[in-house]
């Protein structure tokens, strides 16, 4: 039922006594708000209301502020996993790229000790790289990337920066095949640096070491010696270095002394050889004494090179296969 107009009690009624109250509010209100301007008391009371309602604020604000919490903690964190990775990636790139710039380095090393024993020798050569290797019991070889279509043909020496590696014994027309002096087939005419003794080194089966069995009892021949080449033969040139004594000791025949020695080249790393050019041919086993002089092979060596001895026997004929 509908209340009665006389029934309801309105703040401000349209009335004398309505329109005195709302005077009495106004101003009321005014007074409040100058008191509240000189004194800062309305200030106090809002402080002291903040403190009593600032913790319902939070509390109601709990549920949003946990989830955008949670929300920031999983971004950072699959940012962090994917920024992990990236940076695993590029480490894992730059440790490759850094073995790889050593092994460069360790290359463009090696081409510059071939390339300064070019300069140094004045020596017609022919860069090679090494692309095969066929080591065994009895095989020393290695393959060669150049053949017969870049001027490669059989017999022809090849050194590394260190000393003499072998000699060409196949061609190919693209490639070639290179025996080790290590290899057991394999002799070259040498002489001992210190006292001028020749003598021929033979590879052998270990493949680590040259053998030189034809040493006469009374040579001077001592652990440390440096082995050169005599240029016997023709087909290797005179000086180049071949091999470091590492033993000497009588023969098991009790004729000769036996010696083991070190290849100078380093047979087991190097990827990259040079083949000599322009080498005079095999000459043949040296011409035997005759009344009118020395054998040919005592013959005045040119200067630089190293002193043959005259007390050596001829060298078996075909040693520099």
């Known amino acids: 039922m509908a209340l009665a107009r006389e029934d309801a009690s309105p703040l401000f009624a349209g009335s004398v006594a309505g329109t005195l109250r709302l ?5 009321l209100a005014m007074v409040l708000m100058v008191l509240d301007h000189r004194n800062g008391w309305m200030w106090r ?3 002291a209301a903040a403190a009593v309602v600032e913790p319902l604020y939070r509390l109601a604000g709990m549920p949003a502020t946990g989830m955008r919490t949670l929300t920031v903690a999983f971004a950072d964190r699959q940012r962090l996993t ?4 990236r940076l695993g990636e590029d480490l894992l790139l730059a440790n490759a790229k850094l073995n790889r710039m050593a092994a460069v380095a360790e290359q463009n090393q090696r081409l510059k000790e071939l390339l300064d024993t070019q300069h140094s020798l004045e020596l017609n050569v022919q860069l090679a790289r090494v692309i095969g290797v066929d080591l065994g019991a009895y095989r020393h070889r290695v393959m060669l990337n150049l053949g017969a279509r870049d001027g490669i043909r059989p017999g022809q020496p090849v050194i590394d920066a260190r ?3 072998g000699q060409v014994i196949e061609v190919l027309p693209t490639t070639s095949v290179m025996m080790l002096v290590t290899d057991p087939n394999h002799a070259v005419p040498v002489v001992i640096e210190r006292t001028g003794l020749r003598t021929m080194a033979y590879g052998s089966r270990d493949g680590n070491q040259l053998s030189l069995p034809t040493i006469p009892l009374v040579a001077d ?3 440390g010696d440096r ?3 005599s240029g016997l033969g023709g087909r290797f040139p005179p000086g180049f270095p071949v091999g470091e004594v590492t033993a000497v000791a009588p023969a098991p025949t009790g004729m000769f002394l ?3 020695a070190r290849p100078s080249a380093d047979l087991n790393r190097s990827g990259d050889v040079l083949l000599l050019h322009d080498q005079a041919e095999p ?3 040296p011409a035997p004494v005759t009344p009118m002089g020395p054998p040919a092979d005592l013959a005045p060596v040119p200067a630089g090179a190293p002193a043959a001895a005259a007390s050596t026997p001829a060298p078996p004929a075909g040693a520099a296969r």
């Open 221 to 223: 021949v001592k652990v």
């Open 283 to 285: 000459a043949g086993p």
């Open 227 to 229: 082995l050169l080449t």
């Open 163 to 165: 000393g003499v590696m």
């Open 258 to 260: 036996e010696a083991h």
């Open 82 to 85: 994917e920024q992990n990775q």
């Open 23 to 27: 005077i009495f509010y106004l101003a």
């Open 45 to 47: 009371i809002r402080y």
